[in-house]
């Protein structure tokens, strides 16, 4: 599946007036994903010529779920000979769209619980690619805190509208168990939420808090570490997977 971008191709390689196209579709905008550009910047580093020996097509969701569908469509239209996806979300609107068009995963998350691949080992159909394993490092997060705050029995859960969330939250609550801590979720729906959040935690007595990968909660972290700052709870997160809508 990945023969297309392993070794650069000469314009002689290709028969004439034909090149390889590779669709490329993100979350995000070109200033929140420069993820793409850096795939682009690779492409030049392997000897590809954009519009000479390959051509790229790029689209943006703009963080807007209801574009999916149309710019799918728009995608599998141009025929690419890959998709590759910056976006878990975005990724399974692809995988019902097409099971012919191979499908890379640029950036996605716990793709297996999402149905993108059957498994980590053996993906299987037409996906493949890379996760991050942000929200399977949520609990190794808790372990951490533990080092960091011995004494620590309660930690707040900060998380988003999210399908990843209650494996999650098993994953650890297990760790809490072996670690002696109780968890504390605590689900927001968008930023006028948060300061309720972090006043339930400060009544519970939580002794930290983590906060799980989200577009809408990483878009707010200076916000969200101000909160923490001010209550003087210590903070640990994963970084953005930008692969669910929420408004920045």
Request: glycine content about 10%.
């Amino acid at each position: 599946m990945l023969a297309l971008l392993a070794a650069p191709l000469g314009a002689d390689a290709q028969p004439r007036g034909k090149i390889p196209r590779i669709g490329a579709l993100a979350f995000g905008t070109p200033a929140l994903e420069p993820m793409v550009e850096s795939f682009r910047q690779g492409l030049r580093g392997l000897g590809y010529v954009e519009g000479s020996t390959v051509a790229v097509e790029v689209r943006y969701a703009e963080g807007r779920a209801d574009r999916y569908s149309r710019l799918v469509g728009e995608m599998i239209g141009l025929q690419p000979n890959v998709i590759v996806v910056w976006g878990t979300e975005l990724a399974q609107a692809v995988r019902r769209a097409t099971s012919t068009i191979p499908v890379v995963l640029a950036v996605a998350d716990r793709p297996v619980e999402m149905g993108l691949v059957a498994s980590l080992a053996r993906p299987g159909g037409n996906v493949t690619g890379l996760t991050s394993l942000n929200f399977e490092l949520s609990a190794k997060r808790l372990e951490l805190l533990k080092e960091v705050l011995p004494k620590l029995s309660r930690v707040a859960v900060l998380y988003g509208p999210d399908p990843r969330v209650p494996p999650t939250l098993e994953e650890m609550r297990a760790a809490g168990r072996r670690l002696g801590i109780k968890l504390q979720p605590l689900e927001v729906r968008g930023p006028e939420d948060f300061d309720h959040a972090f006043d339930e935690m400060v009544r519970a007595r939580a002794g930290a808090v983590v906060v799980l990968p989200y577009p809408g909660l990483a878009t707010h972290q200076p916000r969200l570490a101000d909160l923490a700052r001010k209550r003087r709870l210590p903070m640990i997160g994963g970084g953005p997977d930008r692969t669910s809508p929420w408004g920045s």
